[in-house]
């Protein structure tokens, strides 16, 4: 079981960057593959960006193509989130979330998550 902790959200201008962070508990952080979802009030959760195990490979929502970039640092525990060239419409609340094997944009696929940090992005 691993428990995950998100930080780095904010406010910030439009056009601005922010960097999220997720803390990871336990031994086994690179054993899990891991993602960044978001969820906007009245909007359905959507698939921000994965990451492989060893950090390998990564992938993207559309909406983060380009701007976001995932990374991660299994020594630290640690999954991150860069976004730059924030636009309002990237407000919401970030999640990141584990998963044994998958790190494609399936939400269910994710067996932990976090609590979300919150991004708003003003005009």
């Known amino acids: 079981q691993v428990q995950l902790v998100e930080s780095g959200g904010g406010l910030v201008q439009a056009g601005g960057s922010l960097r999220l962070s997720c803390a990871a508990s336990?031994?086994?952080?690179?054993?899990?593959?891991m993602g960044w979802f978001r969820q906007a009030p009245g909007k359905e959760r959507e698939f921000v960006a994965g990451i492989s195990k060893n950090g390998g490979n990564t992938y993207y929502g559309d909406s983060a193509k380009g701007r976001f970039t995932i990374s991660r640092d299994n020594a630290k525990n640690t999954v991150y989130l860069q976004m730059n060239s924030l636009k309002p419409k990237d407000t919401a609340v970030y999640y990141c979330?584990?998963?044994?094997?998958?790190?494609?944009?399936?939400?269910?696929?994710?067996?932990?998550w976090g609590q979300g940090t919150q991004v708003t992005v003003s005009s």
């Open positions: 979330a584990a998963s044994t094997s998958y790190s494609g944009d399936n939400y269910q696929q994710y067996n932990y």
């Open positions: 336990g031994r086994t952080f690179s054993r899990y593959a």
